[in-house]
């Protein structure tokens, strides 16, 4: 329809302002969160921060489970860090990449040029030269594929064997490449009942889901809640470069009640 093939002109026209910015950007692909950014005291965050740092120590991929807000990309990050932390400490210092794209936010057939890159000509628009797609930048880092139960099943066809494989080929092209990349998974659906559905392949699932890690909403942790809400209003302050008052403190302590019996979502 017009309407389909505008919103995927829009669709190309973002991918390609992307696509422009990656020369310039490639080399700064860095995580903004470490390990000590997972805040909150509870019995439940110790228990995130203590199975991110037993999966920092084995490559394999990590499928990420919680609702929206939970910090799944926040956990991606400290996994990544911590990994690479171990691994330089071995190897010696090297460039390991974070790249993350939102499977649902983009539209399945740029979403396959997106992921596995195209050749000169694949298809209308494309760039001279063809382009490397995220498992090519990737090389040597981690692909965090954000709400991996949106991606549509053609799709998740091809990136099956690109796990199995280690190796990508480009969008029109033929030449595989070979890639170096360890994927982090996140989804705030459940796989599970997807599956059975027919709308998640299963071997795609136990191929993402070596190793699990569930994140826990905020009010089922309401030990944090508290402590959180002091942590970001004075992130907010200091933007503002004003002080953490007494009466702020004060003000803060007399909502409790109402903070941690509010529902909150994520």
């Given amino acids: 329809t017009v309407r389909q093939a505008f919103s995927d002109a829009l669709d190309m026209t973002r991918m390609s302002l992307r696509h422009n910015t990656h020369d310039a950007t490639r080399n700064a692909l860095r995580t903004r969160y470490v390990l000590g950014d997972m805040l909150g005291q509870s019995p439940q965050m110790e228990?995130?921060?203590?199975?991110?740092?037993?999966?920092?120590?084995?490559?394999?991929?990590?499928?990420?489970?919680?609702?929206?807000?939970?910090g799944k990309e926040l956990a991606a990050q400290a996994i990544h860090r911590e990994y690479f932390a171990r691994h330089d400490a071995r190897q010696g210092k090297k460039s390991h990449p974070f790249v993350a794209v939102?499977?649902?936010a983009i539209a399945e057939s740029l979403l396959e040029a997106e992921l596995f890159g195209y050749e000169e000509g694949a298809f209308t628009g494309s760039r001279r030269g063809g382009r490397a797609g995220l498992f090519e930048i990737a090389h040597g880092g981690t692909l965090f594929l954000d709400e991996i139960g949106e991606m549509p099943l053609p799709l998740q066809t091809r990136l099956l064997r690109v796990l199995e494989e280690k190796e990508v080929t480009r969008v029109g092209g033929h030449q595989p490449v070979p890639v170096d990349v360890r994927v982090i998974s996140a989804t705030h659906c459940k796989l599970e009942e997807d599956m059975q559905q027919g709308r998640f392949r299963r071997d795609l699932f136990y191929r993402l889901s070596i190793l699990r890690l569930q994140l826990p909403p905020l009010r089922e942790r309401v030990a944090d809640i508290l402590p959180l809400a002091e942590s970001f209003l004075k992130v907010s302050l200091a933007a503002l470069s004003a002080p953490f008052s007494a009466a702020l403190r004060q003000g803060l302590q007399a909502s409790e009640t109402v903070l941690v019996h509010y529902d909150w979502p994520g």
Avoid: D, H, K, W
């Avoid at 228990?47 to 939970?70: C, D, F, H, M, P």
């Fill in 47 to 70: 228990q995130v921060r203590q199975t991110i740092l037993l999966y920092a120590r084995s490559s394999a991929a990590v499928l990420i489970e919680g609702e929206t807000g939970t």
């Fill in 102 to 104: 939102n499977c649902g």
